[in-house]
């Protein structure tokens, strides 16, 4: 299966958006250049029929095909995602495949999420934090705001995650997540961007957006 899947990957490719997507993920020297709604069109299918000899049949020789493994997990019904879920997140390696992964990925628990909060590896990291920006935030706020606050990395993918979210939570909770930044302890960098990250959302007004500037502006502890 895995070799005929890899000619397919192959005939679909594009060279222009190969070039594309080296540029945006930096160190990823295996993609092929196959358009991720294709790959997810392919990850469904094969979801819905021979999911387990890919499984066990891919090597991971082309980004795609990584790709492709975390996209299928994501059509998988809920009780047999977890399994895959755990033998997936050693695999990730790039923002990219972390963060479509993390979109098909759903109903994990706190319990589930919290070796990945405490691990001192990137990618580990992001893929805990760009869960909690996708599903925690609205019913758990004052969870997710705990774990920012917890935070205290220096690995660029996994501080981009944090201030993503970070940035989210400003967006959804104003007022309230205004209060907390200004009282709790954040990662300096991580705050900062999250706010700059929230400064540039359509969704804020102008009001808004001035009075974060003079929270972002001022020396972190």
Known sequence: MIENLKKELKNLA???????????????????????????????????SNYQ?????????????????????GYLPNDKQKKYIEKFIP?????????????????LTKDFLEPYFKSSKEY????AFVILLNYFIDSDYEYVIEKISKFNNEQYYAKMAVAWCLSICI??????????????EI?????NKGITKAIESLKLTKEQKEELRKIRNKKSS
């Not at 594009?14 to 945006?24: D, G, N």
């Not at 580990?124 to 893929?127: A, G």
């Not at 990662?187 to 705050?191: F, G, L, Q, R, S």
């Open 187 to 191: 990662h300096p960098w991580t705050k």
């Open 171 to 184: 967006i959804k909770n104003y007022d309230k997540c205004l209060k907390d930044i200004q009282k709790i």
């Open 91 to 107: 695999k990730i390696n790039n923002w990219a495949i972390c963060d479509s992964f993390c979109c098909g990925v759903k109903n």
């Open 53 to 73: 000899v890919f499984f066990k049949e891919n090597d991971d020789e082309f980004f795609e095909l990584t790709m492709l493994e975390g996209m299928i997990i």
């Open 124 to 127: 580990y990291l992001r893929f």
């Open 14 to 48: 594009e060279e222009k958006y190969q070039k594309f997507s080296a540029k945006l993920t930096p160190n990823t020297n295996n993609i092929l250049g196959v358009r991720l709604p294709i790959l997810r069109k392919l990850a469904k299918k094969i979801a819905t």
